[in-house]
């Protein structure tokens, strides 16, 4: 047996995890039929499976602006609602040899297009983080030592002012790449939406069984902030959103969430 310190790029991850343990998470999920986007990236575009999620999720979140908020404090407990909305995502890098989560901001994604949300994707798929801007803060947690490390982390992330820019003011992760159906993670965000597989499943329509293109998605809410109604809308809605992808490269209306009865490129982390 072999103890060693723990490595020095794991850092951000557990200064992440320390500041998160006041939350108070409640797990939804459903099943998505995504026959319209598959068919649009089959036909059109190569697009990311996680890009028409933050796409759909960031006009879903803009409806819902209890939603897209986040709280602090205890004894006089505050709630930030926000103007913008500002989808964090996680990658699966390499650092120093060590494999590790990274996430970064897109901010304003309700006002961005699928192809601009695409290209910030790529930007950060396709950079090498050890040297990208973006990740300087993240470089630095991983230098400084842990204490000051993380007083730096809860410096930066717990103003509410700052959070939204900082966590984000959702959070969208996928295993999809993998052979995983769901999972549930806790991103910071008061909504974190978690991205499985898309996987051939029978599906009913006019009465009759198929077989279609089933996601599984699941959405972790903080019950600080909202309860399970709303956080039930948000994730209907998504649903909805997704199920009914319009062609022309936008998600349809959301509509009423009681109407929503109706292998991914290696990006994301848990």
Not at 60 to 88: D, M, T
Not at 105 to 126: C, K, N, T, Y
Not at 150 to 158: D, E, I, K, S, V
Not at 224 to 248: M, P, S
């Amino acid at each position: 047996m072999k103890i060693t310190p723990i490595a020095r790029e794991r850092r951000p991850t557990l200064h992440f995890l320390r500041e998160i343990r006041a939350f108070s998470p409640v797990f939804l999920d459903t099943d998505i039929d995504m026959t319209a986007v598959v068919r649009h990236r089959d036909t059109r575009h190569k697009h990311s499976v996680v890009t028409y999620v933050l796409h759909a999720a960031a006009r879903v979140l803009a409806s819902h602006p209890e939603a897209n908020a986040a709280i602090r404090g205890v004894a006089r407990p505050r709630v930030a609602r926000y103007a913008s909305v500002n989808g964090k995502f996680t990658l699966d890098r390499t650092m120093g040899g060590q494999r590790i989560v990274l996430s970064t901001v897109l901010p304003g994604l309700h006002r961005a297009s699928l192809a601009e949300i695409q290209e910030r994707v790529d930007h950060f798929r396709d950079g090498d983080p050890a040297v990208m801007e973006e990740f300087a803060g993240a470089r630095l947690l991983q230098r400084l030592p842990w204490p000051v490390g993380g007083w730096l982390f809860r410096m930066g992330t717990r103003p509410l002012r700052r959070r939204g820019e900082m966590l984000g003011t959702f959070a969208v992760t996928s295993l999809g790449h993998r052979p995983v159906d769901g999972f549930y993670s806790v991103g910071g965000t008061t909504i974190t939406l978690g991205v499985g597989r898309i996987a051939d499943r029978p599906v009913v329509r006019d009465g009759e069984v198929t077989v279609a293109p089933v996601m599984r998605l699941s959405l972790t809410f903080d019950h600080r902030v909202i309860d399970g109604a709303e956080a039930a809308d948000v994730l209907a809605d998504i649903r909805y959103a997704l199920e009914h992808f319009d062609d022309g490269g936008d998600p349809g209306d959301p509509g009423d969430p009681g109407d929503g009865g109706h292998e991914e490129e290696q990006e994301g982390a848990a």
